[in-house]
């Protein structure tokens, strides 16, 4: 028996318990950490990926055709938590002021925490050429909290769509320069948050 046939055969045992769907999160999540360590989806290997799992190389093969079909697995499963975690900071709440804030602000708090995800969800070059139905997700979640704000009054009646773009397009700028820069003396994060739903969804602003 050959040295590799050897090799290939203790992974596939060493992975016995997460063949199928199983061994398939294990190189998700594996890719995952992989990225969020590289910030580049460029920088990732398939090798790497197996050898993180402990699994052969030709085993990833199996579950994506090739690295742009995991990677897109991976940003998959961000927009996925991301999506939870805006659903659940909106839900401490019930006015929809309030819902927009913290759901803009849960945008910060991700990104702070895994910066080279965040950054392989906006920089990657699948984002020009691959459909990503999942992202279209968090846009429309915006608009309808865009929405709320303005059906309640507490917003002038406006595009809630454009409005929502205006507002990602500024805090993805605000959270893309820290991750850059993160040397610049920036203000917190909340504050340029609050300008921009007082300057470009037009919500009065908070008393001092």
């Known amino acids: ?6 090799s290939d055969r203790q992974a596939r045992g060493r992975n016995r318990r997460g063949q199928g769907e199983r061994l398939r999160e294990d190189f998700v999540e594996a890719a995952t950490r992989l990225l969020d360590e590289l ?22 093969y199996l579950h994506f055709a090739d690295r742009d ?12 938590e ?11 709440s019930d006015d929809p002021v309030a819902r927009l ?23 990657s070059a699948l984002n020009e050429r691959a459909e990503m139905p999942f992202k279209r997700r968090l846009a429309e979640r915006t608009t309808a909290a865009v929405q709320r704000c303005m059906d309640a009054g507490r917003a002038p009646a ?7 773009l205006d507002l990602r397009a500024a805090v993805h ?16 994060l909340e504050e340029q948050v609050e300008r921009f739903l007082v ?6 602003p908070t008393a001092p």
């Open 39 to 60: 910030g580049d989806d460029e920088a990732l290997s398939m090798r790497a990926v197996a050898r993180a799992v402990g699994s052969a190389a030709t085993s990833v």
């Open 82 to 92: 991301l999506t939870r975690a805006v659903d659940d900071a909106e839900a401490a």
């Open 199 to 204: 300057k470009l969804v037009g919500i009065r």
């Open 158 to 164: 406006d595009d809630a769509a454009t409005v929502a």
């Open 69 to 80: 079909a995991l990677v897109l697995a991976v940003l998959d499963r961000c927009h996925d």
């Open 101 to 123: 804030r913290a759901r803009t602000l849960v945008l910060g708090a991700w990104a702070h925490r895994h910066p080279g995800l965040y950054k392989v969800l906006h920089e």
């Open 1 to 6: 028996m050959s040295t590799t046939a050897s």
């Open 173 to 188: 700028g605000a959270v893309s320069m820290r991750l850059h820069q993160p040397d610049h003396p920036w203000p917190p």
